[in-house]
């Protein structure tokens, strides 16, 4: 019974920030390895940002320095905060979560469990 509902979306200019919410609820919710995702308009599904059980962190290439994945145990939250936004950010955003512990975005490693998605729209 693990659900996923992500919150946050919306739409801002160029430039702009956005802060994403991700509640996951379930037994054992805080011990998941969680991650966002997210497929824009012709685009392929790409993993954004992810972080795992033991604190580690990993960021796609495009969104270093501009985005900051986090995650509040006690509340069952990830976040993803997304700083200086470009039209190329627009996408569908979704968190996913594993209960494997280690999971990082591994190629070829699906995660489980999935939200429903988000939408974000940047303007230029």
């Known amino acids: 019974q693990v659900q996923l509902v992500e919150s946050g979306g919306g739409s801002v200019q160029a430039g702009g920030s956005l802060r994403l919410s991700c509640v996951v609820s379930g037994d054992a919710s805080s011990r998941y390895s969680v991650a966002w995702f997210r497929q824009g308009p012709g685009k392929d599904r790409e993993g954004v940002a992810a972080i795992n059980n033991y604190g580690v962190t990993k960021y796609v290439d495009s969104v270093k320095g501009r985005f900051t994945i986090s995650r509040d145990n006690a509340k069952n939250t990830l976040y993803l905060q997304m700083n200086s936004l470009k039209p190329e950010d627009t996408a569908i955003y979704y968190c996913?979560?594993?209960?494997?512990?280690?999971?990082?975005?591994?190629?070829?490693?699906?995660?489980?469990?999935w939200g429903q998605g988000t939408q974000v729209t940047v303007s230029s």
């Open positions: 996913a979560a594993d209960l494997r512990r280690w999971l990082l975005l591994q190629p070829g490693v699906a995660y489980n469990y």
